[in-house]
């Protein structure tokens, strides 16, 4: 193999082993993320002293009573559960 296709491979690794790297990293700061979100979560419900299945019927009333407002749909609040659960399962 000449000189110039040698570097060219040896760059290429290099590339590959820093996106193996990155992806690893956003992995791990994605976990933390879901966590600490999650934590959050969990202290707002602990903090009006409710039930988990006082949370059910909130959230289900919630479903048809919910401000329409951006971000806030009820289709994209059902897709960011979507997403989690599936996350979740990896």
């Known amino acids: 193999m000449s000189e110039r296709l040698e570097r060219i491979a040896e760059e290429i690794a290099k590339i590959k082993l820093r996106r193996t790297s990155l992806d690893e990293k956003i992995k791990d700061l994605e976990n933390k993320y879901r966590e600490i979100r999650n934590t959050e979560i969990q202290d707002i419900v602990a903090k009006a ?13 919630s479903k048809t009573s919910l401000p329409q407002t951006e971000g806030n749909t009820l289709e994209t609040i059902n897709n960011e559960v979507k997403k989690e659960e599936t996350e979740d399962e990896e």
């Not at 002293?49 to 909130?58: K, W």
């Open 49 to 61: 002293n409710l039930t988990p299945e006082a949370l059910a019927v909130l959230i289900e009333r």
